[in-house]
Nanobody, 122 residues
Framework: QVQLVESGGGLVQAGGSLRLSCAAS????????MGWFRQAPGKEREFVAA????????YYANSVKGRFTISRDNAKNMVYLQMNSLKPEDTAVYYC???????????????WGQGTQVTVSS
């Protein structure tokens, strides 16, 4: 089991950038694929991005492709989401997630953080 804590959210103007961080506990972090999800008010949680245990494979939702970049540092047990060219529709609570599988994609995540709020003003 891995525990996850997100940070880095905040208020930013449209076109701006933010970097979210996710700190993971546990000695087996490098065996987990990691992901980011988001949930806007009144909407279901949606997949944003995922990265393989090694960092060699990434997967993005079409809505963020080319603007967001997921990365990880296994030595520090950290996962990041660099968000550029932010739009008001990116406003949501962003969640870090983990799954103990080599499959990189939006499904089967079983461990979740508490979330961090991102608000993009127009």
């Amino acid at each position: 089991q891995v525990q996850l804590v997100e940070s880095g959210g905040g208020l930013v103007q449209a076109g701006g950038s933010l970097r979210l961080s996710c700190a993971a506990s546990g000695r087996t972090f490098s065996s987990y694929a990691m992901g980011w999800f988001r949930q806007a008010p009144g909407k279901e949680r949606e997949f944003v991005a995922a990265i393989s245990w090694s960092g060699g494979s990434t997967y993005y939702a079409n809505s963020v492709k080319g603007r967001f970049t997921i990365s990880r540092d296994n030595a520090k047990n950290m996962v990041y989401l660099q968000m550029n060219s932010l739009k008001p529709e990116d406003t949501a609570v962003y969640y870090c997630a983990a799954k103990k599988t080599s499959v990189v994609g939006p499904g089967d995540f079983g461990s979740w953080g508490q979330g961090t709020q991102v608000t993009v003003s127009s």
